[in-house]
């Protein structure tokens, strides 16, 4: 009768140990995607700062000249592009 108590004993004591260990990594999962997700909410936000802050600078005027895909052989387009490589190397 001892020795069943002792098995009853570890076996409960095993299923606590990988029941807190499932919850544990239940935990760390849920905090990384978590993490994760804030980090590229992050890094969207400053995109789209960049986005706006170089969308400022270009000309109203060079920008309506743009329309089709003949435009981008003209000198407004290789400014644009200039422009957006400038912008590309900060």
Not at 35 to 53: N, P, Q
Not at 63 to 80: F, G, I, N, Q, V
Request: proline share 2%; net charge positive; charged share 25%.
């Amino acid at each position: 009768m001892g020795g069943d108590l002792k098995k009853i004993g570890t076996r409960l004591s095993l299923i606590l140990i990988v029941f807190t260990l499932l919850i544990m990594v239940l935990i760390a999962l849920l905090v990384f995607f978590d993490v994760r997700k804030t980090l590229f909410e992050g890094i969207r936000t400053r995109l789209k700062d960049y986005a706006s802050l170089a969308a400022a600078r270009i000309p109203g005027d060079v920008h309506a000249l743009l329309r089709t895909e003949e435009d981008m052989k003209t000198p407004a387009y290789s400014h644009l592009e200039t422009f957006a490589r400038m912008c590309k190397g900060l």
